[in-house]
């Protein structure tokens, strides 16, 4: 089978995973018989640099005509003024939002290998096996009015969060599907508490929960999340919330995995099911641009690496081949290699071209 992605590796230590993610695919193709094609595109600073605008219209276009987008990372100081007039954010923000990438997928598994990564105690993280489902697309980060201005009283600034019934029910209704196929239960995370968006979010949880009679459903507020989630994160197995929450919970989360260089992400336009088995979706590690090592062989392309497993599973529709891809990592870990981020004592550090090309060397149909 032949399939075309949308390659845009961005900034910092983003096109050097992404050369890894590219390996491992290359491998998958030569044992499985399938063909990728690569299509380049600019994103996030260095398309600042070159174009004026983190997200040019022909990088859309490009991806518009693609089966997936793999995507590295972007940001960096250099273009961290918040004077400036468009931020590399600003092209991660508005990809998602055109592409209609509405539900993100962030799975968060301690693998038994890197127990002693974490800060956090084994007996915490051991059984560490969670789907984070976060809403991409409204939220706080898309709402009206979002603006600065000045009075004479000074400077003030707004941002809105706002969600519909629609935008709320679908995602939801994400966390359930995805819940029916895992261990059946559910935790739908809002600040009802304090918040008139949470509280409509909270409403049409219960509703839908109601007609998922087998998932065993929980309504949490989002500090009390962030607290189980160090005090016992084996308590959840799918966590369903808005776009805000969801981005600071899995960065709080990827720690319970060892590194934020372990955890992948899926951000999907439509979830497969039945008939329906591939659905068109963005790929990228949840770790940032990390600039100061770019380039220098450090980086852990793990994360990427599991992103196109994701890729291959829910994208292509070819879970034999995801499993290879993930199989392949797991005897990585288990011989004992390790990049900086995740090294323990009595393994064996290497770099960002030399895992991948380890791991690229395991998978196996």
């Known amino acids: 089978m032949k399939f075309t992605i949308a390659v845009l590796p961005g900034d910092g230590v983003g096109p050097d995973v992404i050369k890894e993610a590219q390996r491992a695919l290359e491998t998958v193709g030569q044992h499985f018989g399938h063909e990728f094609v690569y299509k380049p595109g600019f994103i996030g600073g260095i398309?600042?640099?070159?174009?004026?605008?983190a997200l040019p219209e022909e990088t859309l276009e490009n991806c518009r005509k693609c089966d997936a987008v793999m995507l590295g990372a972007v940001g960096g100081?250099?273009?961290?003024?918040?004077?400036?007039?468009?931020?590399?954010?600003?092209?991660?923000?508005?990809?998602r939002k055109d592409l209609k990438l509405f539900a993100n997928l962030r799975p968060v598994k301690m693998l038994?290998?890197?127990?002693?990564?974490?800060?956090?105690?084994?007996?915490?993280?051991?059984?560490?096996?969670?789907?984070?489902?976060r809403e991409l697309t409204g939220g706080l980060y898309f709402g009206k009015p979002q603006k600065q201005w000045r009075t004479s009283r000074g400077r003030n600034a707004v941002d809105t969060m706002a969600y519909s019934e629609k935008e709320i029910e679908?995602?939801?209704?994400?966390?359930?599907?995805?819940?029916?196929?895992?261990?059946?239960?559910?935790?739908s995370v809002d600040k009802a508490n304090v918040l008139e968006s949470s509280r409509l979010w909270r409403q049409i949880a219960s509703e839908i929960a109601a007609e998922y009679p087998q998932?065993?459903?929980?309504?949490?507020?989002?500090?009390?999340?962030?607290?189980?989630?160090?005090q016992n994160p084996s308590y959840f197995d799918v966590i369903v919330t808005e776009n805000m929450f969801g981005d600071i919970l899995t960065d709080e989360a990827s720690m319970l995995a060892g590194s934020m260089g372990m955890l992948p992400s899926?951000?999907?336009?439509?979830?497969?099911?039945?008939?329906?088995?591939?659905?068109?979706g963005l790929y990228e590690p949840i770790h940032g641009s990390a600039p100061d090592i770019a380039g220098m062989n450090i980086a852990n392309p793990i994360a990427t690496i599991l992103s196109i497993a994701m890729m291959l599973n829910y994208s292509f529709g070819l879970p034999n081949e995801a499993m290879a891809v993930e199989r392949a990592v797991l005897q990585t870990l288990?011989?004992?290699?390790?990049?900086?981020?995740?090294?323990?004592e009595g393994t064996k550090q290497v770099g960002t071209t030399e895992m991948g090309k380890i791991i690229s060397e395991r998978i196996k149909d």
Not at 112 to 133: A, F
Not at 266 to 280: E, K, Q, T
């Open 215 to 230: 998932v065993k459903t929980d309504n949490m507020l989002v500090d009390a999340c962030a607290m189980r989630l160090i």
């Open 112 to 133: 038994h290998m890197l127990e002693n990564s974490t800060s956090l105690k084994p007996e915490i993280v051991r059984s560490v096996d969670m789907m984070v489902v």
């Open 47 to 53: 398309s600042i640099d070159k174009f004026g605008t």
């Open 77 to 95: 100081p250099k273009w961290d003024n918040p004077n400036a007039k468009t931020r590399p954010e600003a092209g991660l923000l508005a990809i």
């Open 266 to 280: 899926a951000s999907l336009a439509d979830i497969p099911s039945g008939n329906n088995s591939r659905a068109f």
């Open 334 to 344: 288990d011989e004992g290699y390790r990049t900086k981020d995740i090294m323990t």
């Open 170 to 187: 679908r995602i939801i209704r994400v966390g359930f599907e995805l819940a029916m196929s895992r261990r059946k239960k559910l935790t």
